[in-house]
């Protein structure tokens, strides 16, 4: 039977509201078992309520509706080649055509994953000499992609890091790092990030929230491209804040997911990362391939924790399986043996490289054309963020008045933030983006 | 420099996969495994399903086909037509529209949805005192997952009688009658792990009555549909069974053995409500589960068992390689049987042919796995369970003769 928890002192009205919540709650539960007890015909799940509608699906769902042919989504979290349409990159079906002839067998992974895509997914992240590989004092395993590999990593925090239970994100943050750290058992705070007035990097805000946050919180960094706004700090910058960091005692938690997307480099991209670790952050590290490769549906990632030595990236490693047996035993197969293939190929990992490049400078045009274009249309503000900013994403500074009448008068779609996923913008359509923003700005 | 981790116990080992890494490693050209649950042929190799390999070549050549995420619940033609197979092509739950499903990360992660769902929205909300109920012995990441969802009441409801090597019907229904009323029953649906040994039609009939009796609430794990008799309706009687009698309930599916695709993790969460309204509250709120976990699941597997079952010839071809397996699982029992008693074996052996699926509960002691492990290399669980996959006709006399020794010298 449902039991009441209020064994502490109600003095809050939240608390008080809480109560009659579950005295309520009780009461329907009593009235529903004497109603089963005479046969009538109830659901166990008459108090289950109607889960919020995810805002982006939501945007989706109109774009889907909507009839006229000039639309646009710009909400869309998924690169799109410049006719609008998904790309399954080359290097991705040569890999796939190499794995159909091998044949191989469909036997479960081991629980932490391919051990090949592992090695190389850390090789990936960290650059192959890096000392912390050489001396195997760190610990990759295959996730269920990015998210998946948050999960797993969120839940070792809250069992492990007894210090503390505070997870401080960037303000903002990619909206399901909240919900997971805190179903982790983790309490969210934030430290300032995003500058509306600049459509820029706050970095004075940053270091001074930083500087104020207990000792041995973790600290969510993402490390290139940063989601949703688009803004990351410049080298100069990181090396400031890696070292206040360090001298806080914080536990670093990078979340990498557009790794060579964003700047079209790989070690560029990954420069954040490798820079705390040399300056003696034991990080953790999130890693997807949803993106880089083009593998969303098919759940690819890496959580990697980098400790102090071999013996204890072992410990860490045997938990990290006592964790994800209960979740889903061992991950997918078919993503991390495409995606160990072509960073273990040199001819397929080469043409990766050229390919992720392609990606990203198509973005960096767009950009550079949305730009151009509000220019043309006359447009005297200042959109220098737009090429300033990196990545999928670009906060564009629109107030959520000004994305309604895009959506209801131009057809195009886009977060109330006034986010874009720049990947959604074409050749073809960049101009019509232009004029429309230029119209409800002016 | 100290560490973070400084504190951060060595975990054991899974120990099904403990067993496999050592099998592995020893070198004794006459070792057995009959440890992990994985389908072999009589030559002791993985089997890749023929429909499976030409299914997959069709994916392959579609190049009208991409990468793209997969809506959060999952691919809708995967989850309607999994939750067909369990439920029956004319289910009327189906027709009544009250059945939804979730895919999911094989069947661990169907359960560990469906745990994540009940600790928050069942018998009150967040009531983690509800007692959750597994058999007893059974599968050893159930306990696992239910506690992790948060529930901290997990109990055994007897199940297996070591002495009669059968089902303790009586002790379960005792279970049944002192639980309290709402807890939760984590059933096997057919060919119960490690056990093989199912109630018999009847015998759910008495459980099903208690249990709606009792307001206690149904969450079936279905890992082997097909697998334990060859045949799919046959296996499916008792979850079709609790439909018809009204309960709402949860079914876990799993595709990994029956469709051999272990490690694509091809799971269905399959849900049957009371009505539609309430199922699409209930699946609104599953959505929000997936997303902090996995935020949407793998495209390659739903794909393939979406396409077969809804290709008639495929989905023919399936059921045949279904079979196959099945087949041969009876005639390693059969064979199994017979050569312990020819051997005159001490002991009766009827279970090992009354026990149904991949797995048998031999009964042998600790003492005498251990001499099997270590003196004969064969490789088995320490509840003396036993796949009998790992049997072939080139193997069983082998077995047959060691499991002989090992009883009748081994106390």
Known sequence: MALLKSTKILTSVGAQAHFLAVLQLRASWSLRNVQMSRGFSISWWTEVQMGPPDPILGVTEAFKRDTNPKKMNLGVGAYRDDQGKPFVLSCVRKAEAQIAAKKLDKEYLPIGGLAEFSKACSQLALGPDNEVLKSGRSITIQTI?????????????SRFHNASRDVYLPKPSWGNHTPIFRDAGMQLKAYSYYDPKTCGFDFKGALHDISKIPEKSVIVLHACAHNPTGVDPRPE??????????????????????????????????????????????ILLSQSFAKNMGLYGERVGGFTVVCKDVEEAKRVESQLKILIRPIYSNPPMNGARIASTILNTPELYKEWLVEVKDMADRIITMREMFVSNLKKEGSTHNWQHVTEQIGMFCFTGLKPEQVERLIKEFSIYMTKDGRISVAGVTSANVGYLAHAIHAVTK | IMSIFGEVPQAAPVAVFKLTADFREDQNPRKVNLGVGAYRTDECQPWVLPVVRKVEKMIADDHSLNHEYLPILGLPEFRSSSSKIALGEDSPAIKDNRVGAVQCLGGTGALK???????????????????????????????AVFSNAGFEDIRPYKYWDAGKRGLDLEGFLGDLESAPDHSIFVLHACAHNPTGTDPTQDQWKQIADVMMRKSLFAFFDSAYQGFASGNLDKDAWAVRYFVSQGFELFCAQSFSKNFGLYNERVGNLTVVAKDQDNLNRVLSQMEKIVRITWSNPPSQGARLVAITLNTPELFAEWKDNVKTMADRV??????????????????????????????????????????????????????????????????????????????????
């Open chain 1, 145 to 157: 992609s990015g998210t998946g590999s948050l999960r797993v990593g969120a839940n070792f925090v």
């Open chain 1, 237 to 282: 910058q990181w090396k400031e804040m890696a070292a206040l960091i360090k001298k806080r005692n914080l536990l670093v938690f990078f979340d990498m997911a557009y790794q060579g997307f964003a700047s079209g480099d790989i070690d560029r991209d990954a420069w954040a990362v490798r820079d705390f670790i040399e300056q003696g952050h034991n």
């Open chain 2, 113 to 143: 949805i469906g745990a994540e769902f009940l600790r928050r929205w069942y018998n009150g909300t967040d009531n983690t005192k509800t007692p959750v109920y597994v058999s007893a012995p059974t599968w050893e990441n159930h306990n």
């Open chain 2, 330 to 411: 009876l005639l390693m029992r059969a064979q199994l049987k017979e050569k312990l008693k020819a051997l005159g074996t001490p002991g009766t052996w009827e279970h090992i042919t009354e026990q149904i699926g991949m797995f048998s509960f031999t009964g042998l002691n600790p003492k005498q796995v251990e001499y099997l492990v270590k003196e004969k290399h064969i490789y088995l669980m320490a509840s003396g369970r036993i796949n009998m996959c790992g049997l072939t006709t080139k193997n069983i006399d082998y077995v047959a003769e060691s499991i002989h020794e090992a009883v009748t010298t081994v106390q």
